[in-house]
Nanobody, 122 residues
Framework: QVQLVESGGGLVQSGGSLRLSCAAS????????MGWYRQAPGKERELVAV???????NYADFVKGRFTISRDNAKNTLYLQMNSLKPEDTAVYYC????????????????WGQGTQVTVSS
């Protein structure tokens, strides 16, 4: 089994910064990609940013220039540096991983963390 554990959420004022972390552990053979998603109350979960094993990244338009995704491959840890936070960034942030865990010859993309709450006050 694989576990993803997020940390770093909290309450911050508009314009402030937070850094989220996601540590992956367990039976991991290789990680193809890791990403951050978020879900605000009453809304669907949406992609925030993704980083692939080669280091390429993609960001949602609403975070470009403000958020930076990075990963430590040796530690299987994912980060999200969030700057210039806005009240509309308030949501539960989830970590997702696409990886090989030995249960299938194909990568699985259904591993999720428990989520970490980010609240931005105006």
């Amino acid at each position: 089994q694989v576990q993803l554990v997020e940390s770093g959420g909290g309450l911050v004022q508009s314009g402030g910064s937070l850094r989220l972390s996601c540590a992956a552990s367990g039976r991991i053979f290789s990680v193809n990609a890791m990403g951050w998603y978020r879900q605000a109350p009453g809304k669907e979960r949406e992609l925030v940013a993704v980083i692939r094993s080669g280091g390429s990244t993609n960001y949602a338009d609403f975070v470009k220039g403000r958020f930076t995704i990075s990963r430590d491959n040796a530690k299987n840890t994912l980060y999200l540096q969030m700057n210039s936070l806005k009240p509309e960034d308030t949501a539960v942030y989830y970590c997702n991983a696409e990886l090989l865990d030995g249960s299938s010859p194909y990568p699985r993309s259904d591993y999720w963390g428990q989520g970490t709450q980010v609240t931005v006050s105006s």
